[in-house]
């Protein structure tokens, strides 16, 4: 069956970075674009992020141009966000998702951007 479990969340100030990983399986990752979205308490979930399948193109909310960036390693059926320059207002629980399997959605991970 479908799993996708994300990892790599935590505490941090507001300037530092994290790294999430995304680890898929069931599926043939390989063939699925895969996006990142975010949820923070009280808002509707948001579009943080998105790659090809093949990791040939990305695209970025506004709100994280220039600091995050998406990437793959389809040998690890891994996604990643490489999160920088953190601040405040990323504070949400991530998620990953692949647009063409719908419904799926792992337990997600918590970034918090706090001093």
């Known amino acids: 069956q479908v799993q996708l479990v994300e990892s790599g969340g935590g505490l941090v100030q507001p300037g530092g970075s994290l790294r999430l990983s995304c680890a898929a399986s069931?599926?043939?990752?390989?063939?699925?674009?895969m996006r990142w979205y975010r949820q923070a308490p009280g808002k509707e979930r948001e579009l943080v992020a998105g790659i090809t399948s093949a990791g040939g193109s990305t695209n970025y909310a506004d709100s994280v141009k220039g600091r995050f960036t998406i990437s793959r390693d389809n040998a690890k059926n891994t996604v990643y966000l490489q999160m920088n320059s953190l601040k405040p207002e990323d504070t949400a629980m991530y998620y990953c998702n692949a647009p063409l399997l719908i419904g799926y959605w792992g337990q997600g991970t918590q970034v918090t951007v706090s001093s």
């Open positions: 069931g599926f043939t990752f390989s063939r699925y674009a």
